[in-house]
């Protein structure tokens, strides 16, 4: 007898989303460039800056770091308070979740397989002899990727889009917030409060009273 459909599907942002942290900062710290790169951030968040653009800028600092600083830095990374919670809810519906970061795959799949989660997305960078090159490899995962990511996994697991969830909290999630059956808004920058469905602070699984959870 085959499983029944899941009824919704949610996708999450990562970075100051699913965790408390930019994990470009916590790289960039390591490099001693954490302010620089905080401030770019910052902008990109609020939507003042090219995403794309404003990544490059941001890993370019990054370049000579040895790479077992993923292992340090995945030691530093705090979950957003309320996140263990809202995914084992969200395990006991059997609702699928989805990670698309514009953060690092480097981080995000081992936090990923940490919490749990098989579906995610993310930026790579570039190694060679064992050291960051300051260059990301491939496609930048921005706000159109995230909508497209959006996409795939509700075709993946059969659910139409008028049934998921998005949450996140920089412009950069702008598109997969408005592609989302319902776009939520986390800890989020007011460009973002401004075009979500509904606005949630501080705890993650404050969304579970929210109308689709409900």
């Given at each position: 007898?085959?499983?029944?459909?899941?009824?919704?599907?949610?996708?999450?942002?990562?970075?100051?989303?699913?965790?408390?942290?930019?994990?470009?900062?916590?790289?960039?710290?390591?490099?001693?460039?954490?302010?620089?790169?905080?401030?770019?951030?910052?902008?990109?968040?609020?939507?003042?800056?090219?995403?794309?653009?404003?990544?490059?800028?941001?890993?370019?600092?990054?370049?000579?770091?040895?790479?077992?600083?993923?292992?340090?830095?995945?030691?530093?990374?705090?979950?957003?308070?309320?996140?263990?919670?809202?995914?084992?809810?969200?395990?006991?519906?059997?609702?699928?979740?989805?990670?698309?970061?514009?953060?690092?795959?480097?981080?995000?799949?081992?936090?990923?397989?940490?919490?749990?989660?098989?579906?995610?997305?993310?930026?790579?960078?570039?190694?060679?002899?064992?050291?960051?090159?300051?260059?990301?490899?491939?496609?930048?995962?921005?706000?159109?990727?995230?909508?497209?990511?959006?996409?795939?996994?509700?075709?993946?697991?059969?659910?139409?889009?008028?049934?998921?969830?998005?949450?996140?909290?920089?412009?950069?999630?702008?598109?997969?917030?408005?592609?989302?059956?319902?776009?939520?808004?986390?800890?989020?920058?007011?460009?973002?409060?401004?075009?979500?469905?509904a606005e949630v602070r501080d705890r993650l699984d404050a969304v579970?009273?929210?109308?689709?959870?409900?």
């Open positions: 007898m085959s499983l029944p459909r899941p009824t919704r599907l949610v996708v999450m942002d990562v970075d100051s989303t699913l965790i408390t942290q930019e994990v470009v900062e916590l790289l960039a710290a390591h490099a001693g460039s954490r302010a620089e790169v905080a401030d770019i951030t910052e902008r990109a968040m609020r939507g003042e800056l090219d995403f794309a653009a404003s990544l490059r800028a941001r890993v370019a600092t990054l370049a000579g770091l040895p790479v077992s600083v993923f292992a340090a830095v995945l030691d530093e990374v705090v979950v957003t308070p309320g996140a263990v919670e809202l995914l084992a809810e969200l395990d006991r519906r059997r609702w699928p979740v989805g990670l698309v970061s514009g953060g690092f795959v480097e981080v995000v799949a081992p936090l990923a397989a940490r919490l749990g989660i098989t579906r995610f997305r993310a930026n790579a960078l570039e190694v060679e002899h064992g050291a960051l090159t300051g260059r990301v490899a491939g496609e930048v995962v921005d706000r159109a990727v995230k909508a497209r990511t959006l996409r795939e996994y509700a075709a993946e697991v059969g659910v139409p889009m008028e049934r998921t969830v998005a949450i996140g909290d920089g412009a950069n999630d702008l598109d997969m917030l408005g592609a989302a059956g319902f776009g939520i808004a986390f800890n989020a920058k007011p460009v973002v409060c401004a075009q979500a469905d579970l009273d929210l109308p689709p959870f409900r």
